[in-house]
């Protein structure tokens, strides 16, 4: 095996021509690795992105390859995946306003140079879901939103309508069949790439994780005021209550906050997927 790159959660081998994709338990706030890993945290990835991947599988083609032929260092933690062409975009989606997005839209009324009704609030049900890409930055920078005229201009039209597309399709279903478990999901981010061999577009990386999603329970949501969160964002408030300005060397993680991370991730599996965790 050759490492072909470490990124703030999964670091990425080759093997016998394909690809491994070893989720970490690293966690990463703000385009920042902690110092403190959370238990657990690389298999709930993984397993909860294989659950995805099979649902996802008859909307568009994906990456994996295997999750048991994987070497036994990585079990529960490694897909085999099939080698493509990153494309350079974080294709985001999102059903409610918060983030990133809320703050664009109460600075210019649109995100990602998509129009919204006035008068939304933190944790706004959207219309209807919208695309709202993103660059892809380099580890320790930080992805900048672009407009879809922007994916446009790095990837071409036929392929930014198709990755709208898939992105719109793939959030709702999970969108629908989380909703069915108690779950809204407020927005996710997917990435794609290109099979060389085909030039078929293929879902890659992982899907609809809670390092990926926002993910809400149905039965707490009310607008107007923050979301309880089953994902890093309790990490990110707690990270930001330290006083920290997002810069590294990020702080050291208490081991009661690293345990309600790890509390979080497991109940949004077990909700999701119906499945206990083990």
Known sequence: MKLLHSGKVRDIYSDRGDILLVASDRLSVYDVVLPTPVPDKGRILTALSLWWFER???LVPHHVLSATDVPEEFAG???RCRTLEMLPVECVARGYLTGSGLKDYQRTGAVSGVALPPGLVEGSRLPEPIFTP?????????DEAITFDDVVALVGAETAARLRDLTLEVYRLGAETAEKNGILVADTKLEFGTDPSTGEIVLGDEVLTPDSSRFWPADQWEPGRQQYSFDKQYAREWSLSTGWDKTEPGPEV???????????YVEVYERITGQAWS
Request: charged residues 30%; without cysteine.
């Open 56 to 58: 996802v599988a008859d």
């Open 134 to 142: 993103s660059s892809k930055a380099p580890l320790g920078e930080h």
């Open 254 to 264: 208490p081991a009661d906050v690293v345990d309600a991370v790890r509390a979080r």
């Open 77 to 79: 933690r490694a897909i």
